[in-house]
T-cell receptor, first 118, second 111 residues
Framework: GAVVSQHPSRVICKSGTSVKIECRSL??????MFWYRQFPKKSLMLMAT?????????EQGVEKDKFLINHASLTLSTLTVTSAHPEDSSFYIC??????????????FGPGTRLTVL | DAKTTQPNSMESNEEEPVHLPCNHS???????IHWYRQLPSQGPEYVIH???SNVNNRMASLAIAEDRKSSTLILHRATLRDAAVYYC????????????FGGGTRLMVKP
């Protein structure tokens, strides 16, 4: 099956610092990658949609200058949380759509990155 | 995407079948019915999807009502590892790739 990895799985940082999270599709090429955020006991909320070689599309209410997304290749997308604050502490999850499965639109999710900002 | 309605939580006993319902009365003719589940502290994983006919795979079965206004995810023999939040999501293909997650159903499995 298609595998998506995230790194790091867990990160603790000080307020004001920046944190980069990597999302990789390991055994397939992804047309599109997505970034979600999930607060405790809540559902996933889409933050942005990322296509290789183009600017990410951010959901309403998500600051593009704070959550920088770079999609350098068909297998790698990065999310950088800039000047992190405690309210940015959350579970960040990426997903990817398989290039050859556009008809069924199945998404493959990474294991998530738990960010704690002190 | 059309909206889905699921019970907040359900309980099941281990080794027994589980039927997880989903209502989607405003489903359109091109909407696929997708199910994902999320185990604690993990990313969601794909379970199954269908359009009109019932579907079976190694994880579960999907029963779709004839009018498509509801569907049921069936776990034939629940195990403790099936305890998760199950999300029923409608996807209008090729209406875009994003998934809109609702509240889902938290399945608790008792030994």
């Amino acid at each position: 099956g298609a595998v998506v990895s995230q790194h790091p799985s867990r990160v603790i940082c000080k307020s004001g610092t920046s944190v980069k999270i990597e999302c990789r599709s390991l055994d397939f090429q992804a047309t599109t990658m997505f970034w979600y955020r999930q607060f405790p006991k809540k559902s996933l909320m889409l933050m942005a949609t990322s296509n290789e070689g183009s600017k990410a599309t951010y959901e309403q209410g998500v600051e593009k200058d704070k959550f920088l997304i770079n999609h350098a290749s068909l297998t790698l997308s990065t999310l950088t949380v800039t000047s992190a604050h405690p309210e940015d502490s959350s579970f960040y999850i990426c997903s990817a759509s398989h290039l050859r499965e556009v008809d069924t639109d199945t998404q493959y999710f990474g294991p998530g990155t738990r960010l704690t900002v002190l | 995407d059309a909206k889905t309605t699921q019970p907040n939580s359900m309980e099941s006993n281990e080794e027994e079948p589980v039927h997880l319902p989903c209502n989607h009365s405003t489903i359109s003719g091109t909407d696929y019915i997708h199910w994902y589940r999320q185990l604690p502290s993990q990313g969601p994983e794909y379970v199954i999807h269908g359009l009109t006919s019932n579907v079976n795979n190694r994880m579960a079965s999907l029963a779709i009502a004839e009018d498509r206004k509801s569907s049921t995810l069936i776990l034939h023999r629940a195990t403790l590892r099936d305890a998760a939040v199950y999300y029923c999501i409608l996807r209008d293909v090729p209406g875009g790739n994003m998934l809109t997650f609702g509240g889902g159903t938290r399945l608790m499995v008792k030994p």
